[in-house]
Structure formats: C-alpha cells, structure tokens
C-alpha cells in the first residue's frame, strides 16, 4: 500500500473493514512507514442483504484521535461481477462527511384522493442505527421532508440513533408532476451547522401506480459533491471474493460424501481414479482451496489419515529423485499444509508461543550478517564507547543460540502434546518414505520427509509471521523481524538436517552451527520418538481428547455489575471467560472453579452495544433466558474491536441452531425508565434494531462443518466437470460405454461415471429444492486479503 504521510514525513497506518458501516476487522499498526504491508487474510460470512464492504485507512496517534487516510468501497454489485475475486491496487478516495451514512428509515407513503386533487402522505415513523455524530456517541435527529418546493420537517429526538417519530405530512400531488419526494434525515446542532445523516429519493410517478408503499429505506449518501483527485490519497492493494453458496439438506451430499470415502478407504488397491482425477483438473491457484476442502471433509469423517496416506503413495509413484519429494506445490503438498494448520495449530501455540513472546518481549538487537550490523553506543553514565562489530555479531549469535536451544528443547518435550491423528499421519510418511527410498544412502530422507512440513511449512512461517498464525495480535516491528526472519533460518537449517547445501547458502550463520548440528540429533530423535505410536494408542489418545474438548473460545473480559442507580454507579470486573458447546461460563483465573454460566441453548442473541451506553464502543450484550424462563442481558467490555468480533462471532456460530433466536433488540441499555437506545419506556419492548445473527468472521479453531465443505468441493467439482467427462469418454472409448445417466435404481460401475451422475443429481437438488436448502448457512463467505 501508499499512503499520504503526516507532518512527520510517515503515518502508522492500520485498515478498518467495515461491511455496511459496521466495523468487522482491524489490522495491526505497521509503524513508520508510508508503504505498509499487513499480508492479512479473513474470511467474513454474511447475510445475502449486504450492501457494501469498505476498508477504511487510519493513521494511528497516541495522543489525539487517530486520522483517517482514506477510504476503498466495493459494493455487492461490485464485488459480484467479478466471480473469481477482485485483486489490484485500487485509489483510496477522501472520507467526506456528507457520503458516511448509515442505516434506515421506517416509511409508508400513500396516494389518497383530496378535495380538489390527490394528495401525496408521507408518514415518517422511526430510524434505526443512524451514524453517532455528536461526542456524546449519539445523534439528534429529525427528518427533513421536501417535495415540489415544498419542505416539513418532525420533531427533533435527542440523543438517539434509534429515533421514533410517527409523524405524518401531506403534500398536494400533480397529476403527471415529475417532481421527486426526498426524505432526508439530520442531526440537528444548536451551535455549528447540522450534520447530514443521509436520504432516500422516492419516484413519484411509481407510486402513483402502487397508490401504497411502506417499508424499512437505506438512507443513501449525498453524492453530489466533487472529488478529491484519485490516487492523490494513495492506494490501496486488495484482493476480494465474493462467494455465494446454498447449502443443502445433509442428506443431499451423502452419495458424494460415500463416494469419496469409498476411494479412500479403498486406497491404491481401488480403480484409484477420483483423487488423482481431482489433482489433475484442478489448477494450480485454486488448489490450496480445493486441498483445504477436501482435508475438512475427510477430518469429519475420520479419514484424514487415509486421504493424506493416499496422497503420499501417489506422490512417492511419481518421484524418482529424493531430493525432490513434496516440493512441489502438489495436492499433497497442500492437504498437509491444511492439515496441519486445522488440526496442529493448538499444539503449535503450545510449542512455539512461549518463545516467540520472548522474542518480543526482549527486542533485542540481532545480526549476523557483517554487512547489515549496524554498530551502537553501549554503557552508562557517561562512560560509553561504540560496540565494535565482533562484540554485536557474538552477542546476536548467543541471543539466536538461546532462542534456537529453547524452541527445540520444548519440540523435544512435545511428543505426547502432539495430536493423536498428527502423530499417526507423520508415522504413514515416515514409513512410505523408507519404503520407497530404503538403502542406506537415503537413511535421512524419511527425517527430512516429516521435517518438511513441519519445520519448513509450519514452524517456520510460523516463526517469520506470528500474527498470521495468531500468535501475536500485531505485527512484529523491523528489529523483531529481523530476529524472528534469523531464527526461522536457523530452524530451516535444523530441518534440512544441516546438509552442505543448506550451509553453503549463508556462509554468515556459521555462528549456528554447534546448536544446528545438536539440534539435528534432537529433531531425529523427536521424530523418531513422534512417529513410534501403534494403533492402539492413537484409538486411546483419540478417545481421551474427545472426553475433554477444548473450549471453542476462552479468555479475560470484563463483566458488568451494578452497584446502584445511574452511570456512574457501575463499573466492569475482570473475569476469565470460557465459551465451549455446552455453556458460556466465567471464573476469577482461568484455574478457578466456574463460579456462574449461561447454557447455550438459553442464549436468544449476542449483538453489540453502542458507544454512549458505557463510553465504550467494544461492549456487546448476551441475551439468554434464566432457568425460571426470564429474559436477562449479560453486558461484556472487550479490549479492541477484533476481540469485540471474535467472541461475537463464536457465540453466534455456536448457537446458530438455536430455538427462538431474536430478530430484534436494543443496541442501548435499560436506565432509570427508559431505554437510552429508542427512548421507549417499556422494558419489555421487543427493540429497536435487528439482530446480527448471521455475521460472523471465520477462525482457525472453527467447528467443522461437513455440509459447507461439501458443497464447497461439489461447487469445484462442477466447475471442471467438463474436464471430468472428457476424461471419462477417454477411459471408456475402449469398452462401449455409453452415456453416464443409468435406470432406476442402478448406479454406474466405474467411479467417475458415479461421481458424474452425483453431480447431475446435485445439481437438480440445487434448482428444484431452493426451499429445501439450510436457512441458517452461511450464504455469501467473503474472502479479504490486504
């Protein structure tokens, strides 16, 4: 990206994803810089109603406000004439007050015969989710009715953003008059001008014809204003897809879900036609999605282990040189890379988090390279001299050492932390491997196999960026990075088996050898003692990590307790949270005894709460009822807006099948005899806004979902079907088969003509059984990289 610098001559830049004006994402801060990279990848599930998602570029500031660079907005419109995604650079444009509006309107216009002429009513009801423009997070609106010169305008309510008016205005109509209705709402100011808060422009003529229209309008931006010339501001990279899926019944995926089981299972001893079939008609930029995929499918079912198995047995077939094996970017390649992130990511944390904190932590000096080392002061009180270059050298070469020592030390420790089902797939690597590769010249290459993936494709862009692994919440700054970028080569040494090869490639990390050289004994015997797990105790493992599921979600927040009448009278308590799929409970630590929790299945919604309610804008609400039936809130203050969106999206995900889920609430709070939200003084009033429900980001420690993998794999398999039966009237050209569609009640013989005739059927479920298709499934998953 490039930004336009502040007086400083540099900005500290960070985005702000927001879909519909409701902030969902914030990247890290990268420091001093005009040219940011963030590398950031999110996937967002959204309801199909979206309008736009907008990236909004803010340059960070310790003591004011922070400043806002700029501005990208795609529309759905947009984003949906580009079906393989949206990538470039696109201008940032200036952020004009008058264009940042949001939410909507409640109207009903009506045509109703007059005395002399019809006449034009327009009933101005209530708004809901306006933009907050005064400092005290609120608006006061009033709406502002314009028709054939004529204006009216309703009362004025304070400080809401969830006004009510139910005020009614009449205008004489023309017949054959083209003159517009414009409703447009205003946050009303008793000192400086008013703010606009957006409109709606109505075609008369239309209603004329529909004589009634009533409804929930999105206020529109005013757009009349000039631009401030494009890419002035600086540009944007992005790369954006809009995917929008339906997913079926679960029972409309099993023929396809059994027939790819049953090539697995059945392995290299079966025809062996699908996987291969399937690597072959896919290209390469779609292959981690389709790998990713089929890996969760398999997960589910249990079969990860034999899918991967497979893989490795198709690649060993086709590899005549050792030093070649899993470079490629094949499908085993891929699946094993997904793999090991959905399944190995908890143990990554275990193993590596401790040391990457310290590394930051400490932010430490550290260069080995003679022509990077940049020399410095060292000393105190008045007693410095500059630090010569060996002294850095020696010092940075201890520091790595340490780091280099205590990450394998605890790899070494590791083994039995290591998943059962990780542990296992590693032991049919190792021994396929050997297998095909047996004499004793190539004694290394079953190590170097496992070290691969686990050191090269796991520990080490790991190690290089933490934050996309989710092992820090910001990104590292220019000395850490060079430190963590100096460790991963150290390890990628330790994994390559400290061949001369890899030695001959930066002579300067010599300084590493003797922690490289121990390390490579270490990482054999880990790997050894890692793959050494028989049947039995992978079932026994398995058995026992499923008594103890992992929270789906856990850590501090801040709860709110009451402790009399007013504002000022409250205050929130820290507590250690955990959300799993039985309950949301909370304790004093996180080894205390759960003092207090919510089941799941009472939990009715989980939204935010807007800013003036508690001075925060990173508070949101659970909404469940008690064991007597009773509706109560819970409020919860977060740290930052990502933490806000992550424990908002887990409680969602969770209790997405939920029964008698909310459509509606109160952005606001309860006080005194009101609701500051609406103002409405019944406690009981059903809300003022919707409920966001079906908004949700997607996480690495996800619940899987088989149908959505499902229907992810048959949108890919549909996509090259064409492919597919190509290649099945070349198998069949030979034996007089005929057309894949068979009687009733058969099916054909060969796999892929199975797999053909499954895709037809599914295809029909598709645009027959529209009705039939989950309602709760995330429709359009949306896919950001900045």
Wanted: charged share 25%; proline share 6%.
């Amino acid at each position: 990206m490039d930004t336009g610098p502040e007086s400083t001559g540099s900005s500290d830049p960070y985005c702000i994803v927001k879909v519909d004006n409701e902030p969902i994402i914030r990247t890290a801060t990268v420091w001093k810089t005009l040219c940011p990279f963030w590398g950031e990848e999110y996937q967002v599930h959204l309801p199909p109603t979206f309008h736009a998602v907008a990236f909004y570029v803010m340059d960070e500031d310790a003591l004011s406000r922070d400043d806002v660079i700029g501005k990208v907005c795609l529309t759905r419109d947009t984003l949906a004439a580009h079906p393989k995604g949206f990538s470039g650079w696109a201008h940032l444009t200036e952020v004009d007050p008058d264009e940042e509006v949001q939410g909507e309107i409640h109207l009903r216009l009506e045509v109703v015969p007059g005395p002399r002429a019809h006449r034009l009513r327009c009933s101005v009801l209530e708004a809901r989710d306006l933009a907050p423009k005064d400092r005290n997070g609120a608006s006061d609106p009033f709406v502002r009715v314009r028709y054939n010169g004529r204006t009216q305008e309703t009362s004025i309510v304070k400080k809401s953003c969830y006004p009510r008016w139910n005020e009614m205005f009449e205008f004489e109509l023309e017949e054959g008059a083209m003159e517009a209705l414009c409703v447009e709402a205003w946050d009303w100011d008793l000192v400086s001008r008013n703010d606009f808060l957006g409109k709606v422009v109505f075609n008369v003529q239309r209603l004329w014809a529909t004589q009634q229209e009533e409804g929930w309008f999105r206020l529109q931006p005013d757009q009349s204003k000039s631009r401030r010339g494009e890419g002035s501001l600086g540009s944007l990279q992005l790369e954006v897809r809009l995917r929008d899926e339906t997913v079926l019944p679960s029972g409309c995926y099993q023929p396809l879900v059994r027939l790819l089981c049953c090539e697995v299972k059945l392995g290299t001893q079966g025809p062996g036609q699908l996987i291969p079939l399937i690597e072959e008609t896919t290209s390469t930029e779609c292959r981690q999605d389709v790998a990713t995929n089929l890996l969760k499918l398999f997960l589910g079912q249990g079969l990860a282990k034999d899918f991967l198995d497979l893989l490795f047995q198709l690649e060993l077939g086709r590899t005549s040189e050792a030093n070649t094996l899993f470079r490629s970017n094949s499908l085993a390649s891929k699946s094993m890379e997904s793999f090991l992130k959905v399944a190995g990511m908890r143990y990554l944390h275990g193993v590596l988090g401790p040391i990457i904190d310290r590394v930051f932590e400490e932010k430490k000096y550290v260069e080995l390279d003679p022509s990077k080392v940049e020399v410095k002061d060292v000393g105190c009180s008045g007693l410095h001299r500059p630090q010569t270059e060996a002294e850095v050298l020696e010092q940075s070469a201890q520091t790595l050492r340490t780091h280099l020592g205590a990450l394998l030390s605890a790899l070494s420790r590791s083994v039995r932390a290591c998943p059962a089902v990780v542990r296992a797939t590693f032991r049919q690597l190792f021994r396929r491997v050997r297998e095909r590769f047996p004499s004793a010249q190539h004694e290394n290459v079953p190590f170097i196999a496992v070290t691969s993936f686990l050191c090269l494709r796991f520990f080490s862009p790991a190690i290089m960026a933490p934050k996309l692994f989710h092992l820090r919440e910001r990104h590292a700054d220019a000395r850490t990075s060079r430190t963590l970028l100096l460790l991963a080569k150290a390890v990628q040494n330790v994994g390559n088996l400290d061949t001369p090869a890899s030695r001959a490639k930066e002579a300067w990390m010599e300084p590493l050898q003797p922690t490289v050289r121990q390390g490579v004994a270490q990482l054999k015997d880990f790997i050894t003692k890692l793959v050494d797990i028989e049947e039995k105790e992978e079932l026994d493992l398995q058995r026992a990590l499923s008594l103890q599921a992992p929270p789906v979600k856990e850590g501090p927040l801040f709860i709110h307790r009451t402790k009399g009448k007013g504002p000022l009278m409250s205050s929130f308590k820290k507590l250690h949270f955990s959300l799993t799929t039985e309950a949301l409970s909370f304790a004093k630590t996180p080894s205390s005894k759960k003092s207090a929790f919510i089941k799941l299945a009472n939990i009715r919604a989980a939204e935010k709460v807007e800013e003036k309610s508690f001075g925060s804008s990173h508070v949101m609400q659970v909404i469940y009822e008690d064991d007597a039936g009773k509706p109560q809130t819970m409020y919860l203050q977060c740290k930052c807006v990502n933490e806000l969106n992550q424990w908002l999206s887990a409680l969602r995900k969770v209790c997405i099948s939920n029964p008698g889920l909310l459509g509606s609430y109160h952005p606001g709070v309860f006080r005194g005899d009101k609701w500051s939200c609406c103002h409405q003084k019944d406690k009981s009033d059903l809300g003022c806004d919707k409920t966001r429900s079906r908004v949700t980001l997607q996480e690495w420690n996800d619940p899987l979902d088989h149908d959505l993998e499902a229907q992810l794999i048959y949108r890919h398999l549909l996509g090259v079907e064409a492919a597919l039966r190509e290649k099945h009237r070349e198998l069949s050209a030979g034996t007089g088969a005929g057309s894949v569609r068979t009687g009733p009640g058969e099916a054909p013989e060969d796999p892929l003509a199975q797999l053909l005739q499954v895709l037809q059927d599914l295809q029909e479920a598709h645009s027959s059984s529209p009705a039939g298709s989950r309602p709760l499934g995330p429709n359009r998953p949306l896919a950001l990289q900045t």
